[in-house]
């Protein structure tokens, strides 16, 4: 079914054509008809599958000018929240709503000046709910509620939050609700919130005949002087390379920039202001390469991400699965690197039979060139020699 056949409203259809929209995604396919009928959703769909559009275009549809605040959309974080918000703006290009996002980590004054003229509302769970606490915002016209990477809510400790929210909401709206995964708390919450929601599961945008995955059997000491090496080896467009804590996000982020490699890190410890600065530089091409923890990744849609790079091992097989869906997208090729330690490797082997990931391979290690790369600490040379297959 196409834009047109769904009967959306003609300023949505003329700015989805101004944008070069031409076919909408599994998502959007599946769920826009739906959601203009007005049933409730659960969408399950990974992060950059035209969410925004399959709840913003109903959204926009019904909205009337100067009816207050219509809908209320909840985000895990300020980026996606932001995000979001950009989107939305320019697919009411032509209907001219107010789109206001409320967030944590900036001044609230201007938030509450927004608030007063908003006609969709975009925020993080604490900061809505603060902004409920202090009575400067009016939900009681909310039409439409929406809960955006369900999942990532909860692992972020905003189930509670959220639940305050939800009572603070009209009981007679529509509510969509969209989740890469569905575990028992947001299996819960569904059912005590929702109305006979309809399900929607898509597959995966991810192409496994496109995506190439390696791993390499390395010292600890000898990771860094790898990464730097692939990193010249590979030359990636963009690259993300995922760490597990902000201490060693900073410190990689550093190594690869003194050996002339445009990276960034990106993790919770930053201001506002430089995450979203590291974001549009990341955006825009002027640094190819994101270091970042799972958290600070949550929820940001990155499109064109050619390598993947697992610096350090993640601590479950759901997040490995989250991190490489972020490459080989829509028929694109990708390719995921993981450094393997000794101690990596019966984690490993355990994401693997979890999720039913395919054969990856083994690469031999490279001969890097005697000079180590620059950085602060010292290391011992040599390889892990054991070969295991995956």
Do not use: W
Not at 236 to 261: G, S, W, Y
Not at 276 to 295: C, N, P, Y
Not at 309 to 329: C, K
Request: hydrophobic share 40%; with cysteine.
């Amino acid at each position: 079914m196409s834009f047109t056949e769904m009967q959306l409203d003609e300023g949505i259809l003329k700015a989805l054509n101004d944008l070069s929209f031409k076919d909408p995604t599994e998502i959007q396919a599946k769920t826009i008809t739906l959601i203009l009928k007005g049933h409730d959703v659960i969408g399950q769909s990974m992060t950059g599958s035209g969410k925004t559009l399959a709840f913003g275009a109903p959204i926009l549809h019904h909205f009337q000018q100067g009816r207050g605040i219509q809908a209320l959309i909840i985000a895990p974080t300020r980026e996606l929240a932001n995000q979001i918000a950009q989107e939305l703006e320019k697919f009411s290009k032509y209907k001219r709503s107010r789109v206001v996002t409320v967030f944590g980590g900036v001044s609230i004054e201007p938030q509450i000046a927004g608030l007063g003229r908003a006609d969709i509302v975009v925020g993080t769970p604490g900061r809505i709910l603060d902004h409920i606490q202090r009575r400067t915002i009016d939900l009681r016209h909310v039409k439409t509620l929406v809960l955006d990477e369900a999942d990532r809510m909860l692992d972020m400790g905003f189930i509670d939050d959220i639940r305050d929210i939800l009572k603070n909401v009209p009981r007679e709206r529509q509510t969509l609700l969209f989740s890469a995964t569905m575990p028992p708390v947001i299996e819960n919450l569904a059912h005590r919130f929702m109305k006979d929601p309809i399900r929607i599961r898509t597959q995966s945008l991810v192409s496994k005949t496109k995506m190439k995955q390696y791993y390499y059997d390395v010292l600890e000491g000898d990771k860094l002087s790898l990464l730097v090496h692939l990193m010249k080896k590979e030359k990636p467009e963009l690259a993300i390379v995922f760490c597990n804590t902000k201490r060693e996000t900073d410190f990689v982020a550093q190594v690869l920039e003194r050996n002339e490699v445009e990276a960034r890190a990106i993790h919770g410890d930053l201001s506002q202001a430089a995450r979203m600065q590291v974001l549009e530089s990341f955006h825009r091409g002027k640094i190819h390469v994101l270091v970042a923890t799972d958290v600070a990744a949550r929820g940001l849609d990155i499109k064109n991400v050619t390598h993947i790079f697992n610096y350090d091992l993640p601590n479950d097989a759901e997040n490995y699965t989250h991190r490489i869906g972020r490459t080989a997208r829509i028929g694109k090729e990708g390719k995921v690197l993981s450094l393997l330690c000794s101690n990596d490797h019966e984690a490993f082997r355990r994401i693997i039979r979890t999720h039913d990931i395919e054969k990856i391979v083994e690469k031999d290690y490279p001969k890097i060139r005697a000079e180590r790369p620059h950085y602060r600490r010292s290391f011992s040379g040599g390889r892990f020699g054991s070969r295991r297959r995956y």
